[in-house]
Nanobody, 121 residues
């Protein structure tokens, strides 16, 4: 099972920026998908941004134009650059990796421990 370690959360004022990092314990090159989810208090976990196996990128509508996901294969790391942050971006951000676990193509999800992001003045 792949291990994921997130970093980069914190407290920033509205309009500020943060960059989250998620380092995987092994090569991310063949991951089926990898990206970021978030969960705000009292809300369900939602997809924020993710790479699919074909290299396509998805963003939730609320972050389009403000957040950018990127990856560094050499470092086994995915990043989330968050700009123009708003109070509604406050949440715990989780890194997710979906991997193929057998020849039949079964998939398994791995999650990081989460990193807190608080946007407040």
């Amino acid at each position: 099972q792949v291990q994921l370690v997130e970093s980069g959360g914190g407290l920033v004022q509205p309009g500020g920026s943060l960059r989250l990092s998620c380092e995987a314990s092994r090569s991310i090159f063949r991951f089926d998908s990898m990206g970021w989810y978030r969960q705000a208090p009292g809300k369900e976990r939602e997809l924020v941004a993710a790479f699919s196996s074909g290299g396509n990128v998805r963003y939730v509508d609320s972050v389009k134009g403000r957040f950018t996901i990127s990856r560094d294969f050499a470092k086994n790391t995915v990043y989330l650059q968050m700009n123009s942050l708003k109070p509604e971006d406050t949440a715990i951000y989780f890194c997710n990796a979906r991997t193929v676990v057998n020849v039949e193509g079964a998939l398994a999800d791995a999650w990081g421990q989460g990193t807190q992001v608080i946007i407040s003045s």
